[in-house]
């Protein structure tokens, strides 16, 4: 049997990966995802290093999702020590980590995402046709900016987040600052969602099998929990690695992740919609339904719905935040450091981002576990895109190979990979 | 006129350099006229490197043979490059695992550490290829790089930063968090370029636009020593704040360092 291969760069993602496509005689048999980006070893620089230092370390590992990696470890640290964040603190941590949130959206949808919808190959070439779009994009792009830099330092890597809370409040007067541009932030947010979803009928319809995992919490739409759901039921977050199993594949550098039973999963912006649709604003839930969208929703190119419809979610929390900002004094914080195993997670844009630290005698970090959501993710890229050609019909041979690539570039697109965060 | 052709690698990071990029290439529709975005895989559908560029910004540290000959390729074809941030200048932060045995390191993170194609140590750009201009930072200041464009643009070249950041507080009227609040400030040593984020939160800078360029390993030690003597903070607990950001900077004095504190 004659097996022929072809491998081209993924663009329009964060990072360096391939797809490689397999041919037999007649047909494609296989694809996959090749992580080539080189890995930065993060869990070994931070053993030895105190927890305190940790947030600041693990936010290095990804510039779009920052936010996520310093909540995250720092929630860790927090939870398992009981170390109280002062209400008004944890606020503003929450409002630095929606910014962030729609600042990855903003990236994702117009910069990365929107030229396959109207199938075309670059955002420049969007924006070249469609300036209302261009002008809309840029003022939400800058928004998004803007309130990072105030709430947080600066647009990644923020500076203002520790374990405990943060390093300071802001001025109020900085803070309404946002609000004039918050209104218009919704706007476009609202827009953008309802341009979205009118053109979401140029997607594939055909219904898929997904099993997907979510952080879940019962009043808001998730961002920070200990409590995962799947498949019906809830675990907290320490179990989490006994419910995945990791594999490793000579083509990928970063480690891939399975349920404990063998089965594929889904994280991001898909599974959080579906299971915490009802948590979503009763605005963002209204406008969903006139466009004939309910959870849970059966396809993976459905996911730019679901980032639409967290996008507008998450401008109008931010500009309550923005309304009834108060600044409080941020009193001195002393951690005490105690042994022992610490896990947290949160809801990164692309989905669950788990952290397990073991803190030893010394009061420093042994050792660290960090599973990015784009590692949990890599199979289902594989598994959703021979679904995809299958249900179009696409399982042609070599000679298809530009047409297919392009396909399977989309569906992995609908994940929004990390590739960096994946091998960090 | 003629547009100015630009190109843009990513490396061995987090890509946050890469937002900052794509902030200051879109950031002033007059300016974004005046360039060809003709490379950049994370925003177009552009995949293989093809004639010459004008500049070229690389954002990232080298860790294998493919990146060697991916920047050698990318000096060939351009005019000036530009390495992008704290990893593209030092290496950044994933320096840290220098020196310990990369086949050991790998062993920490991966169940079959034999599949990993990383050789050795972590490089800056300017270790592997000659750089004409390099901007450091974690993440970069995109107006910074905004501002560098636009001067490049009207043809003018070579910024060098060699204040140190304690010159922005002073700029901003910021009280010195050092030596009012006795909180540990990486400022002094430090290249300035940020606009003092750190303290204008009312914490110490933690150094992450790397150290300034004229700084010795033996000020970094005098400075170490004068923040333990005035009981501020530890001097082995400075040096390992420091090599953060910094280590790839002073490779041969950092090593030390980790090897006496491991002993």
């Known amino acids: 049997m004659s097996v022929t291969t072809y491998e081209t760069r993924l663009t329009r993602v964060e ?41 600041e370390i693990a936010s290095r590992i990804c510039g779009i999702c920052s936010v996520s990696y310093q909540v995250a470890a720092a929630t860790a640290f927090e939870r398992g020590m009981n170390i109280e964040v002062p209400y008004e603190e944890e606020s503003l941590r929450n409002a630095i980590f929606i910014s962030e949130h729609i600042k990855s959206n903003i990236l994702h949808v117009l910069y990365l995402q929107l030229p396959d919808i109207l199938g075309v190959s670059s955002s420049l070439e969007v924006f070249k046709k469609n300036p209302d779009l261009h002008k ?18 600066r647009y990644h890597n923020i500076v203002n987040i520790r374990i405990g809370g943060v390093y300071k409040m802001p001025e109020r007067s900085d803070v309404m600052s946002l609000s004039v541009e918050a209104e218009k932030a919704i706007t476009n947010a609202r827009k953008l969602a309802e341009f979205v979803f009118e053109n979401v009928e140029k997607l594939p319809k055909y219904k898929q099998d997904m099993k997907m995992m979510a952080l879940c919490d019962s009043i808001n739409y998730p961002i920070v929990s200990r409590e995962i759901c799947f498949d019906g039921r809830k675990f907290d977050v320490s179990g989490f690695e006994e419910e995945i199993k990791e594999e490793q594949v000579p083509y990928s550098n970063s480690l891939r992740y399975k349920t404990k039973l063998g089965e594929i999963y889904v994280v991001g912006p898909i599974s959080r919609f579906s299971t915490s649709f009802f948590n979503l604003s009763e605005e963002v839930r209204r406008a969903l339904r006139s466009f004939g969208y309910a959870p849970p929703l059966r396809n993976i190119h459905c996911s730019v719905v679901a980032r639409a419809a967290e996008l507008y979610e998450f401008s109008l929390r931010l500009a309550d935040f923005i309304d009834s900002y108060r600044p409080v004094q941020v009193e001195a914080k002393e951690v005490q450091i105690a042994p022992g195993i610490y896990w947290g997670a949160v809801e990164a844009p692309r989905g669950i981002l788990y952290h397990r630290y073991k803190v030893n005698e010394k009061g420093v970090v042994e050792e ?36 297919i690539a392009r396909e399977v570039e989309k569906v992995i697109r609908q994940f929004d990979p990390c590739i960096s965060c994946s091998v960090h | 006129m003629n547009k100015l052709r630009i190109g843009v690698e990513k490396l061995t990071s987090c890509s946050g350099c890469i937002n900052e990029i794509i902030y200051a290439l879109l950031a002033d529709p007059k300016l974004t006229e005046s360039l060809e975005i003709a490379y950049f895989p994370e925003l177009l559908d552009k995949k293989s490197l093809e004639g010459q560029f004008d500049i070229f910004f690389v954002e990232g540290s080298i860790v294998n043979k493919d990146q060697i000959e991916t920047v050698e390729d990318i000096r060939e074809r351009s005019r000036l490059v530009i390495a992008v941030g704290t990893c593209s200048t030092y290496g950044g932060i994933q320096s840290l695992r220098d020196k310990k045995g990369v086949e050991e390191v790998k062993k920490h993170v991966y169940p079959k550490p034999e599949l990993i194609d990383v050789e050795g140590d972590v490089y800056s750009l300017q270790e592997v290829i000659k750089t004409d201009l390099a901007i450091p930072g974690c993440p970069v200041d995109g107006n910074l790089l905004l501002r560098v464009l636009r001067k490049i643009a009207i043809g003018s070249k070579d910024i060098s930063i060699t204040e140190s950041l304690c010159a922005e507080c002073k700029r901003k009227g910021l009280e010195c968090v050092l030596v009012k609040k006795k909180i540990p400030c990486l400022g002094p040593i430090t290249a300035a370029g940020c606009g003092a984020i750190c303290p204008s939160f009312g914490r110490g800078c933690i150094g992450c636009f790397g150290l300034r360029k004229d700084i010795s390993s033996k000020e970094i030690e005098n400075f170490a020593n004068r923040l333990e003597e005035a009981g501020i903070m530890k001097k082995s607990d400075v040096l390992s704040l420091v090599m953060r950001f910094s280590y790839a900077k002073e490779k041969g004095y950092f090593e030390k360092i980790v090897e006496e504190r491991g002993r």
């Open chain 1, 368 to 403: 660290a576990n960090i599973i990015p959501p784009t590692s949990q993710n890599l199979i289902a890229m594989e598994d959703f895109s021979m679904q995809h050609l299958s249900n179009l019909g696409l399982l042609g041979g070599e000679n298809m190979k530009d047409e």
């Open chain 1, 15 to 55: 990072g360096e990966g391939l797809v490689k496509l397999i041919f037999g005689e007649r047909n494609i048999e296989r694809v996959e995802v090749h992580i080539v980006e080189a890995p930065r070893f993060v869990e070994y620089i931070m053993r030895g290093r105190k927890p305190t230092e940790i947030p």
């Open chain 1, 136 to 153: 809309m994009a840029m003022d939400f792009f800058m928004w998004s900016r803007k309130a990072m830099k105030i709430l947080g330092g």
